[in-house]
């Protein structure tokens, strides 16, 4: 019989497996529907080895399609890394140095490097992947608290002066907004730790305490069964021990009952039947006192 209590706690690893797996695929869904947008309004997506924009969305479909593969294989920690830095190098970092820098970039980059933040929050626990979390997380801000000035070094059409904000402004608000909303997960996720780790420690206490009742139920099953070994034994033996004295008297008492008896020989069967009555009473007193000896030892 098994009294053990079996709680599926939340592991934290694999939650991390899970939501990497919910990344790529939305990556790749976003990216398919993109394409097929293209095909419907009369494009076909052309590649071309001199414009880098239009190899961007095949290099993340390839990098979230490999990072799908390399979870199944097992590879779980290698295909986040792949992938983050796949997306830090080919959205935040080698766009302004290809494609150039326009208006917009000013707002894109930024917002992008924020998304960059996300996913390490939700690829990366800084309790079990401290180096890869703190890492891309530094990575992020960095790349956020200098966006600004790092497409203004690339931004050779001067697009910065027709931005209606000055440089310490945007950058302030989108730094403002990193911080925010990393705070908020790290918060999150530390209340989620704690509640992880206090079922665990629940989880950890309750099996043990089965174990123990476990165990005891086992010793307790053991003695009892050991003394229905004994009690059987005793019935036997005493049965035997028992049958013998009265038999006796059984068959003195039919001497007695007999008409035909010797009348002399009627003391001597008395006496007979008295010394079988004495034995019998011997007998069951033994028994009686072996019984309640082996019931205390076994209390």
Known sequence: MSLAVSMNLPEESSQRRAL??????????????????YVTFGHWPVVKLNRFDTLV??????????????????????????????WLLLVTILPPLLIGVTTGSYVV????CIISSLMVQLFFSFYRNRVAY??????SFLSTLFSFD???????????????????????IFVMCWVFINLTLMYVYRIN?????????KSEEIARLNADLEKRVDERT??????????????????????????????????????????????????YLEESARQLDEVIRGASSQLEKNTEEDD
């Open 109 to 112: 980059h930024p917002v992008l």
């Open 57 to 86: 969305p095949f290099f993340l479909l390839f990098a979230a399609a490999a990072g799908i593969v390399l979870n199944r294989l097992g590879y779980w920690s290698i295909s986040r890394w792949i992938f983050l830095a796949s």
């Open 20 to 37: 990497s797996n919910t990344v790529y695929w939305i990556v790749l869904g976003i990216i398919l529907v993109y394409l097929v947008v």
């Open 193 to 201: 730790w704690k509640t992880y780790k206090a079922l665990q420690q």
């Open 222 to 271: 053991q003695q009892l069964k050991e003394r229905n070994e004994r009690l059987r034994a005793y019935a036997f033996m005493n049965a035997h021990v028992v049958r013998a004295p009265l038999s006796r008297i059984l068959g003195l008492v039919n001497l007695l009952n007999n008409p035909e008896h010797d009348p002399r020989e009627e003391t001597r069967i008395k006496n």
């Open 134 to 139: 703190i890492t891309f997380l530094t990575i």
């Open 150 to 172: 790092f497409l203004v070094f690339f931004d050779e059409g001067n697009q910065y002066v027709n931005l209606p904000l000055k440089r310490a402004q945007i950058t302030t």
